[in-house]
């Protein structure tokens, strides 16, 4: 018997917008330093966005100007979003790390799809969004790509967060 993951559900247009437009700070795990890696990208991004990045790497010492921690249990201040650069069999322990910190969301960016850690992290309280890069999602709704009109499955004049 085979499983039918639907990968549709954790992909949800208003999920994406509110966990947006209501966080204020990202943990990233597996943040590079390499300024090539779409990761230190993704962070350098979110932080000329207004969000407070904390990197989280075992092997850094500090990322962005940031100190980067070992595990999400030591970074000491709380979570709104842990955004995930691991490899897709990593989740279900980073997902169970982040509903023990109290995080509220658990993003997951492309290809970063695991069924087990997102059922883990729902059962922890969390939203959870995956195989969506957080970067593409704030800029598809709240960035340029939106002051545009591009793709943002809304026909509006009028600029602002959900109602």
Not at 99 to 113: D, E, H, M, P, R
Not at 146 to 158: D, E, K, P
Request: hydrophobic share 40%; net charge positive; charged share 20%.
């Amino acid at each position: 018997m085979t499983s039918t993951f639907d990968i549709s559900r954790y992909q949800d247009p208003l999920l994406i917008q509110r966990v947006l437009f209501s966080a204020k700070t990202i943990a990233v795990v597996g943040l590079s330093k390499n300024e090539l890696r779409a990761s230190y990208f993704v962070a350098f991004y979110l932080r000329r966005h207004g969000y407070t990045v904390i990197p989280v790497n075992p092997r850094e010492q500090e990322i962005l100007g940031q100190r980067s921690y070992k595990a999400l249990s030591d970074v000491p201040v709380p979570i709104d979003i842990v955004n995930v650069f691991r490899a897709p069999d990593a989740l279900p322990g980073i997902a169970k790390e982040a509903v023990a910190i109290g995080a509220k969301n658990l993003w997951c960016q492309y290809t970063v799809i695991n069924e087990e850690g997102g059922r883990i992290a729902e059962a922890g309280g969390m939203s959870v969004v995956m195989d969506r890069c957080l970067k593409v999602e704030h800029a598809r709704y709240a960035g340029r790509m939106h002051w545009l009109g591009f793709n943002t499955q809304r026909i509006t004049s009028v600029r602002g967060g959900l109602q």
